[in-house]
């Protein structure tokens, strides 16, 4: 008996070693970045698009060799979108010293969370997607973006989308309680004054609730013209459909939350006449960005989406930053803070990225609506 | 506004009555609250837009199927988590009730995934959509009437049960004393299944008419509507079925009028701060009797 547990404990020894083994034999010859999206829950097709968009990228970087000759590794942290799980995964990123930097997080709420943990252990943060302006402050120096802010998104949604594309005055706001959304709703309300909008009401909603009704109706009752959906894609096709059921027959509009093919997967025939904001559409975009959008078609088989497009750029602009100054965390910082001018920027998919000392970048916003059930450029 | 907030209200009340009389039932017979009973309701969506999309099935057929189908599951419930564990403190079997809510949330994830899925395009019959009826300026569609129908005739039922047939009344033989039952020869275990399967049925029920009238199913749908549920049957006293009832329906209508008339950002708490303030005047909740002695409403 005694035989068999020492047995036992010499195999598990073995399994460790080899565990062990395994993990720093893949350590050694690679480049280690991190990765955080939702991966599962609610939001999870944001994820899949995120890993549709490095995995093309980093395809091409390790077919042509690596970065100077080290291959790159990807490593995946699930946040859900959730601060509390983006505390867990960027303390996972910070501790793993082979992680020299990270693309993400996804969510504004998840970035605000981990940013903290970031600039503590010094590891550079280079988010696709989050565009909450606070974040800036938060990363002190540590955090980048190649996406516009909600600052812009919502001016932009309040003083041309609104009024000149729907041709619309009265704006009800249907919010998500996140940092997202709210900041995005306060930067449409200040865009919308100047702009001459009347908001009739604004109504906010916790995630992963199912009914809206009580809201709409109440939203409803003043008469709006267009509804603002301000927030992620899986609300916003519920409430697409329920306001369409309570009679509701006007144009729907939100921001680059809602762009997912999920959200007409979801809203079906309801999630008709939608426009919203992104910061890159492949109709607008230049000779590479319609290259890449013909590349990620055929290596996916669906249309590409801002969130897979930024993702892209983002491990491009890493790639070439290492590239320039190696894997120490601290020089790739400092590498990224040194495109601080179009002639030091990055020429991607999503056009010219470069960074102002809050590590924001200025892109154009394109907008797009759901025609027949299809996205499609809007006009 | 008013009017329609009250049908919005009165929509979803009638839902948490129908969940929140699966918690009031089972605790009547063996004194747990099942927590997983929120999963069985998140089942029931999930097997109805199974049977739809893969097996083709009309909408009213998977309806009963995937009702038949959660009824079956709440059974092998008890009987896989709960039966083992009946002589033991009641703490266990709480927390195995936990326990099973969590295993099942995760593995309706892993068949069906975490995404929210709508509920099959088409699969429901076209004049659901189309209003029935109108009255002070709010439309009623065919979907609330079915709704309202399902309901009331399901509650009116589990009360002719409880109340008339034999099966019924074993029941409430064992809710009122399980050993008593037993030496009048009343088969406990075969009642304790047959109430988890009534149980099962109308989450399940409740689960497929949520999915496709709000349009989502995903595999934590059954968490905040099990709360809800769960704190309509202790607003209505805990182990009394009139009680679950009422307070779904109390508990939707506030939710509606809250967010409606105070803050939507409240909404939640406001059915909460219902439930507490009626716990805190009625102690028992509004049907539930004093437990003087053992003895327990049905």
Same mark, same amino acid.
């Given at each position: 008996?005694?035989?068999?547990?020492?047995?036992?404990?010499?195999?598990?020894?073995?399994?460790?070693?080899?565990?062990?083994?395994?993990?720093? +034999?893949?350590?050694?010859?690679?480049?280690?970045?991190?990765?955080?999206?939702?991966?599962?829950? $609610?939001?999870?097709?944001?994820?899949?698009?995120?890993?549709?968009?490095? $995995?093309?990228?980093? /395809?091409?970087?390790?077919?042509?060799?690596?970065?100077?000759?080290?291959?790159?590794?990807?490593?995946?942290?699930?946040?859900?979108?959730?601060?509390?799980?983006?505390?867990?995964?960027?303390?996972?990123?910070?501790?793993?010293?082979?992680?020299?930097?990270?693309?993400?997080?996804?969510?504004?709420?998840?970035?605000?969370?981990?940013?903290?943990?970031?600039?503590?252990? +010094?590891?550079?943060?280079?988010?696709?997607?989050?565009?909450?302006?606070?974040?800036?402050?938060?990363?002190?120096?540590?955090?980048?973006?190649?996406?516009?802010?909600?600052?812009?998104?919502?001016?932009?949604?309040?003083?041309?989308?609104?009024?000149?594309?729907?041709?619309?005055?009265?704006?009800?706001?249907?919010?998500?309680n996140n940092d997202y959304a709210i900041g995005l709703k306060d930067s449409f309300v200040a865009g919308a004054k100047s702009a001459g909008l009347t908001v009739t009401g604004a109504e906010a909603y916790m995630t992963g609730t199912t009914d809206f009704t009580p809201q709409l109706t109440k939203l409803l009752r003043d008469k709006p013209e267009t509804i603002f959906l301000c927030g992620y894609h899986p609300e916003g096709a519920l409430i697409a459909g329920q306001s369409r059921k309570l009679g509701f027959n006007g144009p729907l509009f939100g921001a680059d939350g809602i762009d997912n093919e999920d959200y007409i997967k979801i809203g079906g025939k309801a999630a008709d006449n939608t426009y919203c904001t992104v910061p890159f559409l492949a109709a607008?975009?230049?000779?590479? +960005?319609?290259?890449?959008?013909?590349?990620? /078609?055929?290596?996916?088989?669906?249309?590409?989406?801002?969130?897979?497009? $930024?993702?892209?750029?983002?491990?491009?602009?890493?790639?070439?930053?290492?590239? /320039?100054?190696?894997?120490?965390?601290?020089?790739?910082?400092?590498?990224?803070?040194?495109?601080?001018?179009?002639?030091?920027?990055? /020429?991607?998919?999503?056009?010219?990225?470069?960074?102002?000392?809050?590590?924001?970048?200025?892109?154009?916003?394109?907008?797009?609506?759901?025609?027949?059930?299809?996205?499609?450029?809007?006009? | 506004?008013?009017?329609?907030?009250?049908?919005?209200?009165?929509?979803?009340?009638?839902?948490?009555?129908?969940?929140?009389?699966?918690?009031?039932?089972?605790?009547?017979?063996?004194?747990?609250?099942?927590?997983?009973?929120?999963?069985?309701?998140?089942?029931?969506?999930?097997?109805?837009?199974?049977? &739809?999309?893969?097996?083709?099935?009309?909408?009213?057929?998977?309806?009963?199927?995937?009702?038949?189908?959660?009824?079956?599951?709440?059974?092998?419930?008890?009987?896989?988590?709960?039966?083992?564990?009946?002589?033991?403190?009641?703490?266990?079997?709480? &927390?195995?009730?936990?326990?099973?809510?969590?295993?099942?949330?995760?593995?309706?994830? &892993?068949?069906?995934?975490?995404?929210?899925?709508?509920?099959?395009?088409?699969?429901?019959?076209?004049?659901?959509?189309?209003?029935?009826?109108?009255?002070?300026?709010?439309?009623?569609?065919?979907?609330?009437?079915?709704?309202?129908?399902?309901?009331?005739?399901?509650?009116?039922?589990?009360?002719?049960?409880?109340?008339?047939?034999?099966?019924?009344?074993?029941?409430?033989?064992?809710?009122?004393? =399980?050993?008593?039952?037993?030496?009048?020869?009343?088969?406990?275990?075969?009642?304790?299944?047959?109430?988890?399967?009534?149980?099962?049925?109308?989450?399940?029920?409740?689960?497929?008419?949520?999915?496709?009238?709000?349009?989502?199913?995903?595999?934590?749908?059954?968490?905040?509507?099990?709360? =809800?549920?769960?704190?309509?049957?202790?607003?209505?006293?805990?182990?009394?079925?009139?009680?679950?009832?009422?307070?779904?329906?109390?508990?939707?209508?506030?939710?509606?009028?809250?967010?409606?008339?105070?803050?939507?950002?409240?909404?939640?708490?406001?059915?909460?701060?219902?439930?507490?303030?009626?716990?805190?005047?009625?102690?028992?909740?509004?049907?539930?009797?004093?437990?003087?002695?053992?003895?327990?409403?049905?």
């Amino acid at each position: 008996m005694k035989k068999r547990q020492s047995f036992l404990f010499v195999g598990l020894l073995v399994c460790v070693a080899l565990v062990f083994g395994m993990t720093s +034999g893949a350590m050694a010859g690679k480049i280690r970045i991190g990765v955080a999206a939702p991966f599962t829950g $609610n939001l999870a097709s944001y994820g899949d698009n995120i890993k549709a968009g490095v $995995n093309l990228k980093l /395809k091409e970087i390790n077919d042509a060799g690596g970065i100077n000759g080290q291959k790159v590794q990807l490593v995946w942290g699930d946040d859900l979108c959730q601060p509390k799980d983006a505390g867990i995964v960027g303390a996972k990123f910070a501790a793993d010293k082979s992680i020299v930097a990270v693309i993400g997080h996804l969510c504004s709420s998840a970035t605000l969370a981990a940013m903290p943990i970031y600039v503590r252990a +010094g590891l550079p943060a280079l988010s696709p997607t989050s565009t909450n302006p606070t974040i800036g402050d938060v990363g002190k120096g540590w955090f980048f973006r190649n996406c516009y802010t909600d600052d812009f998104q919502g001016k932009y949604l309040a003083s041309y989308v609104v009024p000149k594309l729907l041709g619309k005055k009265k704006v009800a706001i249907f919010y998500e309680n996140n940092d997202y959304a709210i900041g995005l709703k306060d930067s449409f309300v200040a865009g919308a004054k100047s702009a001459g909008l009347t908001v009739t009401g604004a109504e906010a909603y916790m995630t992963g609730t199912t009914d809206f009704t009580p809201q709409l109706t109440k939203l409803l009752r003043d008469k709006p013209e267009t509804i603002f959906l301000c927030g992620y894609h899986p609300e916003g096709a519920l409430i697409a459909g329920q306001s369409r059921k309570l009679g509701f027959n006007g144009p729907l509009f939100g921001a680059d939350g809602i762009d997912n093919e999920d959200y007409i997967k979801i809203g079906g025939k309801a999630a008709d006449n939608t426009y919203c904001t992104v910061p890159f559409l492949a109709a607008s975009a230049g000779p590479a +960005g319609k290259d890449f959008a013909k590349q990620y /078609k055929k290596a996916y088989g669906r249309d590409v989406d801002w969130m897979s497009a $930024n993702a892209y750029d983002c491990l491009g602009i890493l790639a070439q930053v290492i590239g /320039k100054v190696g894997t120490d965390r601290k020089k790739i910082r400092d590498g990224l803070a040194a495109m601080n001018w179009p002639q030091f920027g990055y /020429k991607g998919v999503t056009g010219l990225t470069y960074f102002n000392e809050k590590g924001d970048c200025s892109k154009p916003a394109f907008v797009k609506k759901v025609e027949n059930g299809k996205f499609v450029a809007a006009k | 506004m008013f009017l329609q907030q009250l049908v919005n209200g009165l929509t979803i009340g009638g839902i948490y009555a129908m969940i929140a009389v699966g918690y009031t039932m089972i605790y009547g017979v063996i004194q747990l609250i099942n927590f997983a009973h929120g999963e069985i309701y998140m089942l029931g969506a999930f097997f109805a837009i199974t049977f &739809i999309s893969f097996l083709g099935l009309p909408f009213y057929v998977a309806f009963l199927v995937a009702m038949a189908c959660c009824a079956v599951c709440g059974v092998l419930l008890d009987i896989v988590a709960y039966r083992p564990l009946r002589q033991s403190p009641r703490l266990a079997a709480l &927390i195995t009730a936990i326990g099973m809510s969590i295993f099942l949330q995760n593995l309706a994830m &892993i068949i069906w995934g975490s995404r929210p899925k709508p509920f099959p395009h088409g699969a429901l019959p076209a004049y659901f959509e189309k209003t029935a009826v109108t009255f002070g300026g709010v439309n009623l569609s065919w979907f609330h009437l079915f709704i309202f129908t399902i309901t009331i005739i399901m509650m009116v039922g589990l009360n002719l049960i409880i109340k008339k047939t034999k099966w019924g009344k074993a029941m409430r033989a064992v809710a009122q004393n =399980k050993t008593m039952a037993a030496l009048t020869g009343i088969n406990v275990n075969r009642v304790i299944s047959y109430t988890f399967a009534l149980a099962g049925a109308l989450g399940g029920a409740a689960g497929i008419m949520v999915g496709a009238f709000y349009n989502a199913i995903f595999p934590t749908m059954g968490y905040v509507a099990g709360v =809800k549920a769960f704190a309509a049957a202790v607003l209505g006293g805990i182990g009394s079925v009139p009680g679950a009832m009422l307070g779904g329906v109390i508990l939707g209508v506030a939710e509606a009028l809250g967010a409606g008339y105070l803050s939507s950002l409240y909404r939640d708490g406001i059915s909460y701060a219902v439930m507490i303030i009626v716990i805190i005047l009625i102690p028992a909740g509004l049907f539930g009797k004093v437990l003087k002695e053992t003895k327990k409403s049905m």
